[in-house]
């Protein structure tokens, strides 16, 4: 069954970022039998700063992954129950729609 990852880009005023690029690393692991990790779809935000990606049928639930947004990196993060992530960018909208 494909999973959904619901992802939330905000500035450190708890502002949402629209159209930030957002990409998903799934970490290798052994525990999961993946000798190299992969990349899911980019997906920009929406005007509420969720972008949103769903995995293949046979995606492992026990998995880490990283979060990139422009140039900033998160995680990695268990995937955990509900798949939903919220970080926040040290620049404003325009520096991280400008680093794309």
Do not use: C, Q
């Amino acid at each position: 069954m494909s999973r959904e990852i619901k992802v939330r880009v905000l500035t450190t005023e708890k502002k949402p970022v629209e159209g930030a690029r957002v990409k998903i690393h799934v970490v290798p692991g052994e525990l999961l039998g993946m000798e190299e990790g992969g990349w899911l779809e980019p997906e920009t935000t929406d005007d509420d700063g969720y972008a949103d990606f769903e995995t293949s049928e046979d995606y492992p639930d026990n998995h880490e992954l990283t979060i990139y947004v422009g140039d900033e990196e998160f995680g990695p993060f268990e995937f955990g129950e509900d798949g939903h992530f919220t970080v926040t960018i040290e620049g404003s909208e325009e520096d991280v729609n400008h680093s794309r």
